[in-house]
Every structure is written in C-alpha cells, then in structure tokens.
C-alpha cells in the first residue's frame, strides 16, 4: 500500500519513524506488513542452507536478510528490502545497505506483497540487473524462478522438487524439505 506523498526521494526513506518498514520503488513509499511465522520460517531455513553451502565453498559471495536495505541502481528512487539478498561484489556494501543489484534475490510471497513481488519487484530487478531472482509462494507451494542473466522464461517448481540455483548449479533446494520441521 503506498504511503501519501507525490515523490518520495532517498531522504524520505532514511527519515521514516523508527520501527516503520517501507520500500521505496520510483519514488513512491510502499509501506511493508509484518511478515507471518511462515514467512519468517522460509527465510531461515533458506539463509541457513545458502549460507551453509557458501561458507562449505569458500564462496565469497555475501547473504544477507531482510531488514536489509538495496539501493537496487544506486540513484534515489529506489531502495527495497528483499527477504534475502545474495551479494558477490562486496565492494557494493555499505553502512546504509547494498548500493547496485545484488546477484541474487529471494521473495518470500505474503498475502499482502504477491501483485509486488510477482509484478513490480520482478520488473525492477530485472532492469536493475539481478541475475536470478526467485519468488517462494507458499500459497501455491511453488517457486518461480527468472535467470535474468541467462534471458530465459520463468521456471516454476513445485515446493516437491528441488531448485537449483544459478549462482551455484550443484545447490539444489527442496523447500517441501525445510516445511517440515514446521
């Protein structure tokens, strides 16, 4: 639900009231809902695995979660909050949050965020230069994968079968796997 205001700058961001959560997407503040138990459960099995599987690797690629802050295309009218964020050029890494895409972005889908996780963040990321985003639904326990480098159509796959990522072909992700300890 965006917030009242014409154009909000990266100003307007940084001065919300403390405890406030929002993204700003071309200028306009879009106010964020508390995320549910399911939700917040997602993003800790799958930053648990991903983390795992980057320090098992030696990766030196960077994940963070939500609330972190993206300057997506480091200019002013944009700063999202992704549930997590996969960064391999840590030069982009600041204080304030990720200045430039990150490589790799996951979306867990909430009632309240589909039409932007699905529509407008998937736009964004995609101009801005994200190399894979996924968005995890577990409404329709499905995830759909878009490999923005590899220009290809949209993959979705049940939450019974595993994902694998871009960024690392030989990680495969069973989501119905990490559900079960629900």
């Not at 001065?15 to 138990?37: H, K, V, W």
């Not at 430039?100 to 039409?115: K, L, M």
């Not at 049940?158 to 871009?166: I, K, L, R, T």
Request: with cysteine; aromatic share 12%.
């Amino acid at each position: 639900m965006p917030l009242p205001k014409q154009y909000h700058t990266s100003k307007d961001y940084w001065n919300l009231p403390e405890g406030q959560r929002a993204e700003l997407i071309d200028g306009t503040l879009y106010d964020m809902a508390p995320p549910s138990y399911r939700h917040q459960f997602l993003i800790a099995k799958l930053s648990f695995v991903i983390q795992e599987y980057i320090f098992s690797h030696a990766g030196n690629c960077q994940l963070l979660m939500a609330p972190f802050a993206v300057n997506l295309d480091a200019d002013d009218k944009n700063w999202v909050e992704p549930d997590i964020s996969v960064i391999c050029d840590r030069n982009k890494l600041h204080d304030h949050g990720c200045f430039g895409a990150p490589d790799w972005i996951i979306e867990i889908v909430s009632p309240s965020s589909r039409r932007m996780d699905y529509s407008t963040k998937n736009t964004l990321y995609s101009e801005a230069g994200v190399q894979e985003y996924w968005i995890v639904d577990p409404e329709k326990e499905r995830t759909t994968v878009y490999r923005y480098a590899e220009d290809a159509a949209p993959i979705i796959f049940p939450f019974h079968s595993p994902v694998s990522a871009g960024l690392y072909p030989d990680l495969e992700i069973l989501i119905s796997s990490l559900l079960k300890d629900m």
